[in-house]
């Protein structure tokens, strides 16, 4: 299994990065496949925390090759202070490679992000104001700057200073404030590329030779699947593909070397800023699941909303990735609720359905239809054989499976990297 594509199956904040990290130890070389600053995975190895924005989870292992590839938008300020402060924990980044095709974060981007978040008043999408949306959209209109740019140092200065005058006007024009360009153009161009230009690589070339070489590569999104350009709940969406098609997309890997997708859920569901929610809870065991599970966003330290599991999202999910399982995580977050609800289906326009909806105002109207699980009121930790589950949470674990047809493979049980029941 050359090829190895972790998924975000939910609206994010899954666990992706705890899964990556276990999936690492036996890959060759770990790829960042799209969007950029604005998600964070978090890493707990040895007590120790690492919160990751862009550089890939496989980071943490000597042996692994991380990879930011052509999908991921790049600002270079906050990759070097993210290489700065794993140096100084003793992490070795000097293996980073950073595609030439990937596009530059640059000072206009979060200028304009806050302008047309601003507008937007009460309609606001929620967007972590990184500069990401619009550095997706210089790219698509193909005014985008690239990181390889960065190695003709005279030409990289005159697309900043030729790009950063025109938007510099706009800015101002739309109420913003104005740019130094000049001083932009003095740092992106001189201590900032210097720094960056060791790591950029031609990627697409560097995972196809591995592949020839038989290395084993795992692929990893940020965001989530219902965080989708395309197949989210748009206009709450991010602004790339986190699906496995966007995988192959972002890397330049294609789909025929795609052999395991894995697709990471957790035990309920969270999402960050606006949007439907149909199995959302706003009472005390929502803030219980707040309260016990952490969910505060690693990157804005935004509270997150959360609710049931709801299963005809996650198998909406499989469809569209593809997925050939599932990793279960934070299944001990419910440890000492009395009673589980999964949603197995939605009641839609007066009748029952298993089918995820099309449209965001059906999606916003549903009613959840839930299984009631008796809670397993005991402490999973340190359980590591799924023989070993209480029988309570182990109903759970076959429930999914069941209802998805895809098998759990990892149930997460603890924070620390090893706590996870893996299944063969």
């Known amino acids: 299994m050359p090829v190895t594509v972790v998924v975000g199956s939910q609206w994010g904040d899954e666990g992706k990065a705890k899964i990556i990290d276990l999936l690492a130890s036996d890959h060759d070389l770990v790829v960042r496949y799209q969007g950029g600053h604005n998600a964070g995975h978090t ?136 740019l130094d360009v000049a001083a932009i153009v003095e740092q992106y161009a001189g201590a900032i590329a210097d720094r960056v230009t060791p790591y950029i690589a031609n990627t697409v070339a560097l995972l196809h030779d591995a592949l020839a070489d038989g290395s084993r590569i795992l692929l990893e999104g940020a965001q989530a699947t219902f965080l989708d350009i395309d197949h989210g709940t748009y206009p709450y969406v991010t602004s790339s593909s986190p699906t496995a098609g966007g995988a192959c997309i972002g890397t330049g890997i294609g789909p025929r070397d795609l052999s395991r997708i894995v697709g990471i859920t957790k035990a309920y569901t969270t999402r960050v800023g606006s949007g439907p929610f149909p199995t959302e809870l706003t009472d005390a065991l929502g803030d219980a699941l707040v309260d016990i599970g952490r969910e505060f966003g690693t990157v804005t330290g935004r509270r ?62 549903v009613e959840p239809v839930y299984v009631d699980l008796p809670g397993w009121q005991t402490s999973l930790e340190g359980i590591r054989r799924i023989e070993d589950l209480p029988v309570r949470a182990r109903a759970m674990v076959d429930l999914v499976e069941q209802e998805v047809g895809i098998p759990v493979r990892y149930v997460g049980v603890g924070a620390d990297r090893d706590a996870v029941v893996q299944r063969s």
């Open 43 to 178: 890493i707990v190895a040895g007590g120790e925390k690492y919160a990751l924005q862009l550089v890939p989870s496989g980071v943490l292992y000597s042996h692994v090759t991380p990879v930011i590839a052509n999908g991921v938008v790049v600002d270079p300020v906050t990759l070097l202070d993210e290489i700065d402060r794993l140096t100084a924990r003793g992490v070795d980044c000097s293996r980073l490679r950073v595609s030439s095709q990937a596009h530059l974060i640059l000072p206009w981007h979060f200028a304009h992000d806050r302008l047309a978040e601003g507008r937007r008043g009460d309609n606001k999408i929620g967007t972590t104001l990184k500069g990401i949306g619009p550095a997706y959209a210089d790219k698509a209109r193909r005014a985008g700057i690239r990181v390889g740019d960065m190695l003709d140092r005279a030409r990289f200065r005159e697309q900043l200073s030729a790009l950063g005058d025109a938007e510099n006007d706009l800015i101002v024009h739309l109420g913003g404030e104005p």
């Open 304 to 365: 997150r909303r959360t609710g049931w599991l709801d299963l005809p999202m996650l198998r909406h999910a499989v469809r569209l990735n593809s997925l050939t399982e599932i990793a279960l995580t934070k299944l001990d977050v419910l440890d000492t609720f009395e009673r589980v609800r999964v949603c197995t289906e939605y009641r839609v326009q007066g009748r029952r359905t298993g089918e995820y909806p099309d449209r965001l105002d059906l999606l916003a109207a």
